[in-house]
């Protein structure tokens, strides 16, 4: 089975960077769609970013374009997020989850995801 393992969260000034990585523990990684969702506390959990199996194809969600950026490197089977320009509202759990699906944002959807990690929180102050 395959399992995720999300680290490199942490509290953060606003304005300042995180980097996030999911790393799995099947050499598989490279089959799958990977995607990261966020979560705050009390509220459902929103899509952020997704990237296709090779890397090529990615789709961020609108609240953080152009701000963070998603990477993988399946000879290490993991992949990153970048965060920069941080807001205290991106203040979340941040999860990686991976799809059989292509990544898009009409399938950056929680029930298209198997496999999930355990999570890694975000705190970015005012």
């Known amino acids: 089975q395959l399992q995720l393992v999300e680290s490199g969260g942490g509290l953060v000034q606003s304005g300042g960077s995180l980097r996030l990585s999911c790393a799995a523990s099947?050499?598989?990684?490279?089959?799958?769609?990977v995607g990261w969702f966020r979560q705050e506390s009390g509220k459902e959990r929103e899509r952020v970013s997704c990237i296709s199996r090779s890397g090529g194809s990615t789709y961020y969600a609108e609240s953080v374009k152009d701000r963070f950026t998603i990477s993988r490197d399946n000879a290490k089977n993991t992949v990153y997020l970048q965060m920069n320009n941080l807001k205290p509202e991106d203040t979340a759990v941040y999860y990686c989850a991976t799809s059989s699906v292509s990544c898009s944002g009409s399938t950056l959807l929680r029930p298209n995801y198997d496999y999930w990690g355990q999570g890694t929180q975000v705190t970015v102050s005012s």
């Open positions: 099947a050499f598989t990684f490279g089959r799958y769609t």
